[in-house]
């Protein structure tokens, strides 16, 4: 691999800097249990799945999609007997999450710490809106260079953040909670990518971790500086 | 105001190079005659209008949150008693809006091919995933330098803009239909602020056009490379 500089390092926000499944998943524990009367609990929960799946090309990642898929699945499952009362309460589970705290991920203001020397650039997707208030609310922004939301985590769109940096592939470290979205795109362009697994990850990006020698894996993000400077060192 | 080389001319999207608040004021047309038998249609669009201003700081600008609004406006207009299956055609029409083909606003193909010696920056706010799909499906993406989709159009927002591309606000034109978005954040940063009135906009962004030597007005976007040449002449 020889020795190279990591020049910016990307960091995915939600599950990997702070709390964000968790949510989602209580959420839907409040959700299947309002349309208890109507279905079994997991199949709440799977036809939830599918119509998220399908609403989400039109909708993309984030809670306001994840309402109107909620608020979509309950009339869907009632066949239209779900109440007017029933859909303002999955409207104000919504808006709670919205309006919820961000819990920072533990190590996560060491690690930075430790990693100040680099350009580090936060990487997310989904809302604008709803990122934008919790990275504000994380108390983080001031420690990074740069901050990309995106509307998906694809090699094209890592390689127009890369481009906007000024900085080549192989500079480049991301680190994140999903194979798929960050990691697999930045080692097919050329760069590092740290996964860094979450007890929750949504199942849609549920993907293999790749046997590559540019693919890293580390149990928790206290691990980073030392991984970063083992790739600078070319060791790793 | 002297003899200013315009180095960048940003152009807002939404109702500046194609149509979009027309599908929200036909879509809202078919919300009220949905509610028809539970209130009067000016207090539907009333209440709506007041229901979008209380969630613009939650789900910020774009079709999901209007979906959500009207879905919530439906649910307190008849204290819950709208039925499931009402609801779930409030939801087909946002997502024929989100599938809406993309109607560009006349003279904009020419008015860029005239300015193609600019950098061209299209500036735009509201959902990322539907500006995206907008940008793609216009046409326009490949005349654009750069595209900035912010959560909200501030001085704030527009200087980091400004930044990124390495222009001085000096240096920059905004052009766009709300005089509150695209007119007075730049025109306070010390940049110009072009205004070209669209027939519909949306009472949220009204704002008085301001009466200073950088903020200007067209008719239409045929005048612009008109205007962008008078200001590097100075004469504007």
Excluded: C
Excluded at 201 to 225: F, K, N, Y
């Amino acid at each position: 691999m020889g020795n190279a500089m990591i020049e910016a390092i990307g960091l995915d926000a939600d599950d990997t800097l702070w709390e964000n499944e968790t949510f989602f998943r209580v959420t839907e524990g409040e959700f299947v249990a309002l349309l208890g009367e109507y279905a079994d609990g997991a199949d709440i929960a799977s036809r939830l799945l599918d119509v998220e799946r399908a609403n989400l090309a039109r909708y993309g990642f984030g809670i306001k999609g994840f309402m109107l898929s909620m608020v979509q699945t309950a009339i869907e499952l009632t066949d239209g007997r779900i109440d007017g009362r029933a859909i303002g309460r999955i409207l104000e589970l919504g808006q709670e999450m919205l309006a919820h705290p961000v819990d920072l991920l533990p190590g996560v203001p060491e690690a930075l710490d430790a990693l100040a020397g680099h350009r580090l650039i936060l990487i997310t997707k989904g809302d604008l809106i709803d990122q934008e208030r919790k990275i504000a609310a994380s108390g983080l922004a001031e420690r990074f260079d740069a901050v990309e939301i995106l509307a998906d985590k694809s090699p094209e769109t890592y390689s127009r953040v890369l481009f906007r940096a000024g900085v080549a592939p192989e500079d480049f470290v991301m680190v994140g909670n999903s194979v798929k979205s960050d990691v697999l795109p930045v080692v097919e362009l050329g760069g590092h990518g740290v996964f860094i697994p979450h007890a929750m990850t949504w199942a849609v990006e549920h993907a293999d971790a790749p046997d590559h020698p540019r693919a890293h894996r580390l149990e928790t993000i206290a691990g980073l500086p030392a991984l970063v400077a083992r790739l600078e060192e070319g060791h790793a």
